[in-house]
């Protein structure tokens, strides 16, 4: 099966520097990566949809400056944090969507990763 | 608007018996719906889908949702619940046939008791 990395899976962070978290599909090329928010209890809201080598879409209230998305090759994406804060502290998780003709293309996630801002 | 109800923030039951986790769905145009399960600290697993065709979709370690059209929704279901069944189960829906936009529900904790 489709296999979605996440790099780091833990992230400790003082607040106010930059975190930089990678995404990566292992076994396929993806053309669209998603990037998703989780707080504890509670279900995934996404953030922003990224396609390779163009700028990514953003959601309702996420900030684009804050929230930096590259999606340089199609089979990595990065979410960089910048400047970050306490608030920002939550479970990041990825996932990469590959395309195959006119067929549903079924999300594949990454493990997630945990950030937490002192 | 796309939007997905998960009636049931907890569900329980007894190894061995059958499991319902429901998921109710209200889209505009044809629904895709789809079964997620996370265990802790991990990202989402991907547990079956339906785009077309029967209404009674399989998918993995022995799950099966069935849609429903008429009452615009898609159970989640197992004849024979396992402890290790235990997780959060998210049901999703998208109006892209490829995956895309996805909404969320806001998940069901399923606890299998021994």
């Known amino acids: 099966g489709a296999v979605v990395s996440q790099h780091p899976s833990r992230v400790i962070c003082k607040s106010g520097t930059s975190v930089k978290i990678e995404c990566r599909s292992l076994?396929?090329?993806?053309?669209?990566m998603f990037w998703y928010r989780q707080f504890p209890k509670q279900s995934l809201m996404l953030m922003a949809t990224s396609n390779e080598g163009s700028k990514a879409t953003y959601e309702q209230g996420v900030e684009k400056d804050k929230f930096l998305i590259n999606h340089a090759s199609l089979t990595l994406s990065t979410l960089t944090v910048t400047s970050a804060h306490p608030e920002d502290s939550s479970f990041y998780i990825c996932s990469a969507s590959r395309t195959s003709g006119g067929s549903t293309d079924t999300q594949y996630f990454g493990p997630g990763t945990r950030l937490t801002v002192l | 608007a796309q939007s997905v109800a998960q009636p049931e923030d907890q569900v329980n039951v007894a190894e061995g018996n059958p499991l319902t986790v429901k998921c109710t769905y209200s889209?505009?145009?044809?629904?895709?719906l789809f079964w997620y399960v996370q265990y802790p600290n991990r990202g989402l697993q991907f547990l079956l889908k339906?785009?077309?065709?029967?209404?009674l979709v399989k998918g993995s370690y022995g799950f099966e949702a069935e849609f429903n059209k008429s009452q615009t929704s898609f159970h989640l279901k197992k004849p024979s619940a396992l402890v290790s069944d235990s997780a959060l189960y998210f049901c999703?829906?998208?109006?892209?046939?490829?995956?895309?936009?996805?909404?969320f529900g806001p998940g069901t904790r399923l606890s299998v008791l021994p």
């Open positions: 889209v505009s145009g044809n629904p895709y």
């Open positions: 339906y785009i077309t065709g029967d209404n």
């Open positions: 076994d396929f090329q993806a053309t669209t």
């Open positions: 999703a829906v998208s109006q892209s046939r490829r995956g895309q936009n996805f909404v």
